[in-house]
């Protein structure tokens, strides 16, 4: 495990993510940064439900990310049941029924030889050269289910060891708070992405841009793969309500957004005239926002200022007032604004307005 003082210094800044005002499974990259500063591990991943109590999955790994669309081949689910006690589809289960860190040969209803032997195995763990992993149902103080938080190791490093298991279940309370989903103002999120795609009046996909092909992966997710021959329901649902015979020429266009951990996606359907004897055609416009608090938070790591530092940046550059960033870290104004001089010193700017410019890009929302 990593030095006590990294320790200690990683899980006071995941104390400090739980108390900002951007929680929610979108910051599950910045409470993976500290929890890699904590815990040796390769990659992470956080599975949780989705605004319809479906399955979304966040994969730090993008290798694993693409292979999890194999795992819904009913002959992968048929090898997981076979050899696991409870498979990641059963997440709602787990959140109810399981209590802390479990270690692999605890999830396996098989030894661990078998268990990477098996279809599951090798369809959906082994392409990402997965050896060993951590898994952690997380619940608020009240009981609600938060997600489950997964660690995972390659095949050529050490096995997790207990205490690294015991570490990871002390966090549980810190962690939970930190991915618990808030209500943030939706018009505090930055535009950082578009994509467009055509789909024919009867959903079969034409043509897809590559932006779109990054940003339907981001946001759907298990539900999307480049060259799958059937479009997600999402998106067939929005050319139907396109097309439908009653659909005025002059009313609202179909339109849907997702919330994920990568951000929001906002799906708006536009017909497409038919050109050069072709018929009409859907077009899917995609476009991908991120919460204000989450790109500062990714900024401020590149800055690389103290913690307690970092937290004061944080909270000037979301525009509160002096008295308030006082009284949430705990010190005095007079405090503040010592430390506010020795901020802008340290990034070379000279007010607030400059502190944001030196942080954030300007705002591309339309």
């Known amino acids: 495990m990593?030095?006590?003082?990294?320790?200690?210094q990683a899980a006071a800044r995941?104390?400090?993510?739980?108390?900002?005002?951007v929680t929610g499974p979108q910051a599950i990259s910045p409470v993976l940064a500290e929890l890699h500063q904590l815990i040796g591990f390769d990659a992470g991943c956080l599975i949780h439900p989705g605004a319809q109590g479906e399955m979304e999955v966040f994969m730090e790994n993008p290798v694993l990310q693409a292979a999890m669309p194999d795992y819904f081949d009913p002959r992968i689910q048929y090898?997981?049941?076979r050899v696991m006690r409870r498979?990641?589809?059963?997440?709602?289960?787990?959140?109810?029924?399981?209590?802390?860190?479990?270690?692999?040969?605890?999830?396996?209803?098989v030894s661990v030889p078998e268990l990477v032997r098996s279809d599951f195995f090798n369809a959906v763990l082994r392409p990402g050269d997965v050896g060993d992993g951590l898994k952690l149902p997380l619940r608020t103080s009240a009981g609600q289910g938060?997600?489950?938080?997964?660690?995972?190791?390659?095949?050529?490093?050490?096995?997790?060891?207990?205490?690294?298991a015991a570490a990871l279940g002390r966090l549980e309370p810190v962690l939970a708070r930190a991915l618990q989903p808030s209500?943030?103002?939706?018009?505090?999120?930055?535009v950082c992405g578009q994509g467009l795609l055509v789909v024919s009046p009867e959903g079969r996909?034409?043509?897809?841009?590559?932006?779109?092909?990054?940003?339907?992966?981001?946001?759907?997710?298990?539900r999307w793969r480049v060259g799958l021959g059937d479009l997600p329901d999402v998106v067939q649902l929005l050319v139907q309500r396109l097309f439908w015979p009653d659909a005025s020429d002059d009313g609202p266009l179909p339109e849907v957004t997702l919330r994920t951990a990568n951000g929001a996606f906002s799906l708006r359907a536009t017909r497409l005239a038919g050109v050069a004897g072709a018929g009409e055609a859907a077009a899917i416009h995609i476009t991908h926002r991120v919460p204000r608090g989450i790109q500062l938070l990714a900024r401020l790591r590149t800055v690389g200022l103290p913690r307690r530092q970092a937290e004061l940046a944080y909270w000037i550059a979301r525009g509160v007032q002096e008295s308030q960033i006082a009284q949430r870290m705990g010190v005095?104004?007079?405090?503040?604004?010592?430390?506010?001089?020795?901020?802008?010193a340290a990034l070379g700017v000279e007010s607030r307005q400059g502190l944001v410019d030196r942080l954030l890009p300007p705002s591309t929302t339309p």
Request: hydrophobic share 40%.
């Open 2 to 8: 990593p030095p006590p003082r990294r320790n200690n």
């Open 14 to 21: 995941l104390r400090q993510l739980a108390c900002l005002d």
């Open 79 to 81: 090898s997981e049941a």
């Open 87 to 109: 498979g990641a589809r059963h997440f709602s289960e787990a959140l109810r029924l399981e209590r802390g860190v479990q270690m692999l040969p605890q999830m396996a209803k």
């Open 146 to 164: 938060v997600g489950i938080l997964w660690l995972f190791r390659r095949e050529a490093d050490p096995r997790f060891a207990p205490e690294e």
């Open 183 to 190: 209500e943030a103002d939706a018009g505090d999120n930055e």
């Open 205 to 222: 996909l034409q043509w897809v841009s590559p932006e779109a092909q990054t940003l339907l992966a981001l946001g759907l997710g298990t």
């Open 332 to 344: 005095s104004v007079n405090t503040v604004v010592y430390h506010r001089r020795h901020l802008y």
